[in-house]
């Protein structure tokens, strides 16, 4: 049957748009409606002080879940929001749902001292987003050092006028970390010269950190040149405690991962960090 309908065009089509390329239209197509019908939402992940394991800050993570599609991952869908221009649309809700946030857990009782959210490199291709941040703020009525934007060291290096736009949000008054440091290729003199306030420590390079001497060896470095650089270091993925003490011992005091917490509902973010919460398993000092 197939012969019978032969050399077609439309099925030639047809056929190669079977697989990926149909998958990633369905989800643009999905996700292009997935604000307006409630199916984003955030999650917020600790990040702690190792030491003391006081809660320091949050980061915001996206969480979609569509009714026909389940629960997608932020590294299917991110990709797929960067390449239809959706990213300002959903990094501006992110940016303003987060900020909302803090304010409610404010009245709740829960002072989250710094709210740390992720940019994409795309969101920088349309000119400084600094007028659009400053206004989310002032909507929030959250103080711009109560914010931290995250950005990759790509964006950095492959935004033209990347160091005007990084100081029109400083100029803001917002703080900026680097993530996922160490995996990207930016240069140690243009870093210097960057207003930012911390650098985040790739979770790959954590991962091993007690079997691998590269890796270990890599963490050690980012540590030093934070502390060279007067920056603040978070090492991202931490989940055990070998990997803690690890840090702590050279001199990394911040800290973010399982280890902790995985990311959670604004709910339980309150219930596990809220006044009157479990000092056992917030890890705080046990009497006794
Ligand atoms: P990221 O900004 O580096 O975020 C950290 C990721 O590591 C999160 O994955 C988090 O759940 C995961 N993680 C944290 N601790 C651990 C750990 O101990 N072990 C392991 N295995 N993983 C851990 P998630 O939420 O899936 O996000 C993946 C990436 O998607 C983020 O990496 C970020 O690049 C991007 N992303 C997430 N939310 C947003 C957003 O609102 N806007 C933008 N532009 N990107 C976002
Ligand atoms: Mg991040
Ligand atoms: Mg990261
Ligand atoms: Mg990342």
Redesign the pocket.
Known sequence: QAKARGRNGYQFYAASMSGEGLERLRLEALLRRAIEKNEIYLHY?PQVDIATRQLIGV????RWHNPELGQV???RF?PVAEDTGF?SQL?QW?LAEACRQMICWDTAGLRVPKMA????VRQFERGSIAPMVASVLQEAGLEAQRLQL?VTESVIMNTGDALGYVNDLRAVGVGLAI??FGTGYSSLAYLSQLPVQTLKID?SFIQDISTDANDEAIAVAIIQLGKSLNLSVVA????NEEQAAFLLRHGCRHA???LYSR?VAPDDLLAQWGQGHDEHEAGTTVPG
């Open positions: 992940q980061e915001a993570l996206v991952a932020p590294v991110i990213i990094g992110v959210v992720n940019l994409s995250e993530d996922d979770r991202e993925g931490v989940e973010q991962g399982y990311p």
